[in-house]
C-alpha cells in the first residue's frame, strides 16, 4: 500500500453536534482532511460470505500483526494468553452486571440477510467468519439500534465487539458514534426513533478515525436537542492500533456514573453525568468519500445486563457467586481479556480471606456433544483456577474444579440470551 507524500494534520474541532445534524450522521465541522501514512495491512474481510458462499479477498497483514479469521483465511489454533496480557488489564475494573437482559451473537440469523432483531435506517448484513463467529456488517451513513425493547436499570452494562477495516486512500475517514438514550413516547425500535433521535435525552461518543495519532474522541450529552454538556478532545490511539482486529468496548453506567473502555484503556470516567434512564443504544456510522468495499464496520457479542454485583459480598458472604461475565474464544477455554475485571475481584476476595476454599464450576450451552461440552465446560474452571494461582497467587489447594457442560441450564437454549445465561462460571464455597 503506497504511502501519501504530504501529511495534511486536521484540526480536531468536533463542534458540530450529529444530533442536531438529525442522526449522527454529518461530518465534524471544520475538519480538514486527514491524511497520514497508509497502514500495510490489519485487515479483516472487506466482503462477506453470501448466500452463494462467494469466497472472499483478504487483505494482507502487516508483519507480526494478527488479522481477524475470515471465510477465506484459517483461523489460527487460540494460544494461551501471554502474562502481559494480564498485565494490561491489570487495571481494568470493569464487572459485567449479574442480570443479563439481551445478548445477540447472531449465531440464530442467516448470512447475509439483516439482523432479524436490529433495526437500521439503511442496510446491514450478518456475515460469518471462519471461526465460525457471526458478525453484523455496518454501512455508512446507517444507524442502527438494537433489540432493546425496556428501559433499562439505573445500574446497567452493555458489551459489544468491533472490527473496524480501514485502509487510508486520502480521505476523511467516517465517524463512528455510540449513543445511549431514551426515546421517551417512542418505542425504542420504532422508525420514528430515526427521525427524532436529536431531541431525546442522551450521552454521545464520537469517534473521529483517523491516522498517525489522529483519531480523537469527545462526548457530549443532550436533553430535549439541547447540547448540555462537551469533554475535551482526548487522543485514542489505541483505535489505530486495532484497525482490522476484533476490539472490546464495554460500558458501565452506575445511577450517574457513566465509563466506557475500550480494551483495557478506560476512555471516559464520568460521575455525575447521567440525568436520565436509557432504553436503547445506537451504533451509527457517518458519510465519507470511501466507497462500501474499501472500508468495513463489524459489530457482534452484544451484552446488555442489569446491575451492579458486589463480587465479594456474595462469594464471602453469601458463599456463592455466579457470574456469565467471564467469557472464553469460541469452542476454547481460552479467557477473554474482557472477563479479566471479574476475575480481579475474585482473586482480591479470596486474598483477603486465606481460609476461604472455593469450588469453580463450568457451565455450557446445549451446542454439540455432551462429551465436549463435559470436557470443555472442566478446562474452562481449570483456565479460571490457573488464573486465579497463577496472577493472584491464591494457594491451589484452595480452589477445586469441576465441570457440568451442559447438564444444568438454568434457561432455555432456544435462544441467544438463554444460551448466554447457561454458558456460565460458579464459585461456591467450599467446607
Do not use: C
Not at 480521505?171 to 425500535?189: I, K, R
Not at 476484533?246 to 453506567?253: K, L, N, Q, R
Not at 455466579?322 to 480481579?344: A, E
Amino acid at each position: 500500500m503506497k504511502l501519501l507524500l504530504p501529511m495534511i494534520v486536521y484540526t480536531v474541532t468536533i463542534a458540530v453536534n450529529a444530533h442536531a445534524q438529525g442522526g449522527f450522521l454529518k461530518k465534524m465541522a471544520n475538519r480538514a482532511e486527514q491524511a497520514a501514512t497508509n497502514k500495510a495491512g490489519n485487515a479483516v474481510e472487506k466482503g462477506v460470505n453470501d448466500a452463494s458462499d462467494k469466497v472472499l479477498n483478504a487483505g494482507k497483514p502487516a508483519a507480526g500483526a494478527a488479522s481477524a479469521p475470515t471465510a477465506s483465511t484459517p483461523a489460527a489454533a487460540p494460544a494461551p494468553a501471554p502474562a502481559s496480557r494480564v498485565e494490561a488489564y491489570s487495571k481494568f475494573d470493569f464487572v459485567a452486571g449479574d442480570q443479563l437482559l439481551l445478548s445477540d451473537d447472531f449465531s440464530q440469523d442467516v448470512v447475509g440477510e439483516f439482523a432479524m432483531h436490529w433495526n437500521t435506517n439503511n442496510k446491514g448484513e450478518v456475515v460469518s467468519m471462519k471461526d465460525g463467529t457471526k458478525w453484523l456488517k455496518l454501512f455508512q451513513q446507517g444507524v442502527y439500534l438494537t433489540p432493546n425493547k425496556q428501559v433499562l436499570p439505573a445500574d446497567h452494562t452493555i458489551e459489544f465487539d468491533m472490527i473496524l477495516d480501514m485502509h487510508n486512500t486520502g480521505y476523511m475517514y467516517p465517524e463512528v458514534f455510540f449513543t445511549l438514550f431514551n426515546s421517551g413516547e417512542d418505542a425504542p425500535q420504532s422508525n420514528s426513533v430515526f427521525k427524532n433521535m436529536h431531541g431525546y435525552n442522551d450521552i454521545g461518543i464520537q469517534l473521529a478515525l483517523g491516522e498517525s495519532n489522529n483519531t480523537r474522541t469527545v462526548l457530549r450529552t443532550h436533553a430535549k436537542g439541547a447540547e448540555t454538556f462537551r469533554t475535551n478532545v482526548q487522543q485514542l490511539k489505541l483505535l489505530e492500533e486495532n484497525y482490522g482486529k476484533p476490539f472490546h468496548v464495554a460500558i458501565s453506567v452506575q445511577k450517574t456514573r457513566f465509563r466506557m473502555w475500550i480494551n483495557e484503556q478506560k476512555v471516559y470516567d464520568m460521575p455525575r453525568i447521567v440525568e436520565s434512564t436509557f432504553n436503547q443504544l445506537a451504533v451509527s456510522v457517518s458519510g465519507s468519500n470511501y466507497k462500501e468495499d474499501q472500508l468495513g464496520f463489524y459489530l457482534s457479542n452484544l451484552k446488555i445486563a442489569g446491575g451492579s454485583p458486589d463480587v465479594r459480598s456474595k462469594l464471602l458472604t453469601e458463599g456463592k457467586f455466579s457470574t456469565t461475565g467471564i467469557t472464553f474464544d469460541v469452542n476454547s477455554d481460552v479467557i477473554r481479556p474482557s472477563s479479566f475485571g471479574v476475575i480481579k475481584e475474585i482473586g482480591t476476595a479470596l486474598q483477603s480471606d486465606v481460609s476461604f476454599k472455593v469450588k469453580i464450576t463450568g457451565h455450557t450451552d446445549s451446542d454439540g456433544s455432551k462429551a465436549v461440552n463435559d470436557a470443555l465446560s472442566l478446562k474452562r474452571a481449570t483456565a479460571v483456577k490457573a488464573m486465579l494461582t497463577d496472577t493472584y497467587k491464591i494457594a491451589a489447594e484452595r480452589i477445586s474444579v469441576d465441570g457440568k457442560g451442559a447438564a444444568v441450564p438454568v434457561a432455555e437454549n432456544t435462544t441467544p440470551e438463554g444460551k448466554a445465561k447457561n454458558r456460565r462460571v460458579e464459585f461456591e464455597k467450599e467446607k
